[in-house]
């Protein structure tokens, strides 16, 4: 290792009295500037030199500046160095005085050394030295092309007179070279839904990434496919070759899968690298779920018109998770119309219930009654939708029926009759109604004493006193059915002939009766 020695006086300085005094200059240089190398007589020893073969020609250092005295500026190639004191101080005086070594090229072992002058004591120094006998000395280390390291010296004046000492510099010519040493580090994240209905697609998001310093090379992610849970291609392990990951590069990659199953299923995805170690690994976990929902509705299957007919909607929450969203509508049919709807708003033809969630197994009943002044057959539609996007509609029907009229008429011909003659009596029943048939139509005539039956129409049926038709099943508005029955008479007096008639919707008989004389 080589090391320069140099010497350098004081410059001039404005004393803190303000008052010039003389400085004297004296300046040695024994540099040999980078690059050369001294031939002929050495001015050590006065031995002649052979001149050494000059190595790789190296940059050009700065120029040094021009001397202006002996010993005022050390200019080494390396290190340049000033030294500054005050030009006069008063005796006992604490003075203080300067050196700036300034690196013009990269060196180390930086040393700086200080005579204490004979007629003063050292008192400090910033940054502090290491005082050994009547030397100071100051180890700097490296510095870098351009640095100064300002030292100040603080000392005290202890006899008149010129005091002064040198200073020296030395340092090695200082050569670095870097490399940089880096490691990938992998992390892999993968996220998605915790919850998903089955038959569904399932999206999940792997990030694979590379939070170290130095690249990873020909990257790799693979997902492992639970049971429960399939790719479109049937695999089981999905792989992705992600390539080389710059420091802190990361790559996004969408997995979709199918929900085919019910349960709680954890979908495992893997990192390698080639220049990293072991793997990583993260996972995301989805309950696969069947939502379900049914409605029923149920209500009057007949009812006459201007009456009231009641239904019940019932919604039930069949599946595994609660339901959200929950609205149940009723849409009365025309001409129809709502007479109530307990806890609907009702718009129109179409009550409405907000029911928000709905628990797993939960029930919700909600009861609505209708009117129509119209006759005929109407289907109450009910439905309800949720936030999931289930959607289910049930509906019940009524037959609504119009108010019949049955008219009953009994005559005799001719009346009146001795015993032993005969009479005819016609029976007619009318629907008097305009909107609807009358059914299962039952007609039965029964004799008092007075008279007997010998025979009817319509194949009626002759028993005793009594005669009966086969029932007529349906009656259309504004028709009839006619009856005669032959009767004889048989006592004196006034017979009273009853005639009943019952209907489908008339349990209880419509009472006739036709009076004939009998002498």
Request: aromatic share 6%.
């Amino acid at each position: 290792m080589a090391s320069l020695l140099f010497f350098a006086t004081a410059f001039a300085q404005e004393s803190p009295t303000g008052t010039a005094g003389d400085t004297r200059h004296t300046r040695r240089n024994f540099n040999v500037p980078p690059g050369e190398y001294y031939s002929g007589r050495s001015p050590f020893t006065g031995v002649e030199m052979s001149p050494a073969p000059a190595p790789a020609v190296q940059p050009a250092p700065a120029p040094a500046p021009a001397p202006t005295g002996n010993c005022e500026v050390i200019n080494t190639g390396w290190v340049h160095m000033t030294k500054t004191m005050p030009r006069e101080v008063m005796l006992g005086q604490e003075f203080s005085y300067d050196l700036a070594p300034r690196a013009v090229a990269c060196v180390g072992n930086v040393v700086v050394t200080d005579q204490i002058p004979a007629g003063a004591t050292y008192l400090r120094s910033e940054p502090k030295a290491e005082v050994v006998g009547n030397t100071l000395v100051w180890k700097l280390g490296d510095m870098e092309p351009g640095q100064t390291v300002p030292i100040r010296v603080w000392m005290r004046a202890d006899r008149e007179g010129e005091i002064g000492g040198c200073a020296t510099v030395t340092a090695d010519p200082r050569l670095c070279a870097k490399t940089f040493v880096g490691k990938p580090v992998l992390a892999i994240e993968k996220s998605g839904p915790e919850m998903a209905q089955l038959n569904s697609d399932v999206t999940y998001t792997v990030v694979v990434s590379n939070r170290g310093n130095a690249v990873a090379k020909n990257v790799v992610v693979t997902d492992d496919i639970p049971d429960g849970l399939a790719s479109a291609t049937g695999q089981k392990q999905l792989t992705f070759n992600v390539g080389d990951l710059a420091p802190n590069q990361s790559k996004n990659i969408p997995v979709t899968l199918k929900a085919k199953q019910r349960g709680r299923f954890c979908n495992v995805a893997t990192a390698v690298a080639n220049n990293v170690s072991g793997k990583v690994t993260d996972d995301a976990c989805t309950t696969v779920v069947m939502p379900g929902l049914k409605i029923t509705k149920v209500g009057d299957k007949e009812q006459l018109i201007n009456k009231n007919a009641k239904y019940q909607v019932k919604v039930t929450n069949t599946g595994d998770v609660p339901l959200t969203g929950v609205v149940v509508t009723d849409t009365a049919p025309a001409p129809t119309a709502f007479v109530s709807a307990a806890g609907a708003t009702i718009n129109g033809n179409v009550a409405t219930w907000n029911v928000g969630t709905l628990d797993k197994g939960a029930e919700k009943s909600f009861d609505v009654v209708l009117t129509s002044k119209v006759p005929g057959n109407y289907c109450n539609s009910a439905s309800v939708v949720t936030a999931q996007g289930l959607r289910e509609s049930a509906q019940a029907c009524t037959d609504w029926i119009g108010v019949t009229g049955v008219l009953v008429e009994v005559v005799d011909d001719p009346d009146p009759i001795q015993v032993d003659e005969f009479t005819t009596f016609t029976l007619r029943v009318t629907n008097q109604g305009s909107s609807r048939a009358i059914e299962a139509i039952n007609v039965k005539a029964m004799f008092p004493e007075e008279t007997s039956p010998v025979s009817a129409s319509n194949n009626g049926s002759v028993s005793g006193k009594n005669v009966t038709w086969p029932v007529v099943p349906t009656l259309a508005p504004k028709q009839s059915v006619t009856y005669t029955i032959r009767a004889k008479g048989v006592k004196a007096g006034d017979s009273r002939l009853r005639v009943e008639v019952t209907t489908k919707l008339r349990e209880t008989p419509i009472l006739e009766m036709e009076s004939t004389t009998v002498y």
